[in-house]
T-cell receptor
Framework: NAGVTQTPKFRILKIGQSMTLQCTQD?????MYWYRQDPGMGLKLIYY???????DKGEVPNGYNVSRSTTEDFPLRLELAAPSQTSVYFC??????????????FGPGTRLTVL | GQNIDQPTEMTATEGAIVQINCTYQ??????LFWYQQHAGEAPTFLSY??LDGLEEKGRFSSFLSRSKGYSYLLLKELQMKDSASYLC??????????WGAGTKLIIKP
């Protein structure tokens, strides 16, 4: 099992550009999450999904969009990139069999810089 | 509001014991998680406590007091590979994790 994979690993965007961060998990997990991690700050939840076709906003959803058409994939879309979106983005998944208190498994992260 | 507090940085000696404290304030409570994060890498799960008391797992133990809104992670027989950030996260009534900023642990030989 590869676990949770994310692409790209690094990306530099210009202000106003758009991009999609890819996330795939091969563990057949129901729940998937997108977080951002800024230096000296805790992880902040952007969006999450409890199953294919179901998504919901987290703490900091503005400027982002998600979709969940399959169990495996949970892409994060940035529209009109802004310097405030410079961060490390982590995708995570959890089984969902014990509800939401399951352990979350994280991907390696995408380091995004917006200039 | 919801808040997690943990020290920014701690230093300890190889072979010693270190305790990393975490206090939390959340709307409802569904458990306390500890994750380890090496520099430039993803967080990895260490422990989960939902009942009061101590959970031991090898060299690592985690303690929870729900009445005090307090947890600690205890690392014994420290090794150089334990140099990392340790993230405390409390799960609120909506089953969302509220994360602390992490404690950077520096191990000296």
């Amino acid at each position: 099992n590869a676990g949770v994979t994310q692409t790209p690993k690094f990306r530099i965007l210009k202000i106003g550009q758009s991009m999609t961060l890819q996330c795939t998990q091969d563990m057949n997990h129901n729940y998937m999450y997108w977080y951002r991690q800024d230096p000296g700050m805790g992880l902040k939840l952007i969006y999450y999904s409890v199953g294919a076709g179901i998504t919901d906003k987290g703490e900091v959803p503005n400027g982002y969009n998600v979709s969940r058409s399959t169990t495996e994939d949970f892409p994060l879309r940035l529209e009109l990139a802004a310097p405030s979106q410079t961060s490390v983005y982590f995708c995570a998944s959890s089984p969902g069999t014990s509800g939401s208190t399951d352990t979350q498994y994280f991907g390696p992260g995408t380091r995004l810089t917006v200039l | 509001g919801q808040n997690i507090d943990q020290p920014t940085e701690m230093t300890a000696t190889e072979g010693a014991i270190v305790q990393i404290n975490c206090t939390y304030q959340t709307s409802g409570f569904n458990g306390l998680f500890w994750y380890q994060q090496h520099a430039g890498e993803a967080p990895t799960f260490l422990s989960y406590n939902v009942l009061d008391g101590l959970e031991e797992k090898g060299r690592f133990s985690s303690f929870l007091s729900r009445s005090k809104g307090y947890s600690y992670l205890l690392l014994k027989e420290l090794q150089m590979k334990d140099s990392a950030s340790y993230l405390c996260a409390a799960m609120d009534s909506n089953y969302q994790l509220i994360w602390g900023a992490g404690t950077k642990l520096i191990i000296k030989p």
